[in-house]
């Protein structure tokens, strides 16, 4: 049996943090605001694999209220969900996310992004998609005020 999960994630963009985007830390004068790193790209996969598999959300299995989860690494956090997904006997086929930002540039940075989510998925880098948006200098993310990412996940059940 297939299952599919959709996960969605934004982060207000403030000075002094970094940007990080599926645990790559891209260049840029201000980062995401959040109690972990604030990888909106990583906790939107997180929140599609979770869905997919039934399992809630981000907020069910790292709650912000937790201090434990202050600064937390979002990929760590990310291969413990594969983890989790694997002892319920489920195997990920593929994820497929989309950046929303209007600056800066995603390109540049989309490969290594794929194989840093890759690894920490257990997936093929050609399993894993990666794209960029921008807000078209419409609501939040058109100001630069933050960044939103969308990620679908499939995952196969074959119990």
Known sequence: MNLAGIGYDCHRLSEGRRLLLGGVEIPYERGLDGHSDADVLAHAVIDALLGAAGLGDIGDHFPDTEERWRDADS?????????????????????????????????????????????????????????????????????????????????????
């Open 75 to 159: 990929i760590e956090l990310l291969r413990e969900v594969v983890r989790v997904i694997a002892g319920e006997g489920l195997q990920i086929v593929n994820v497929d996310c989309t950046v929303m930002m209007e600056k800066p540039k995603l390109a540049p940075h989309r490969e290594a992004i794929r194989e840093r989510l890759a690894d920490a998925l257990g997936l093929a880098p050609r399993r894993v998609n990666v794209k960029a948006t921008t807000g078209e200098q419409m609501g939040f993310i058109g100001r630069g005020e933050g960044v939103g990412a969308l990620a679908v996940a499939s995952l196969r059940d074959d119990r």
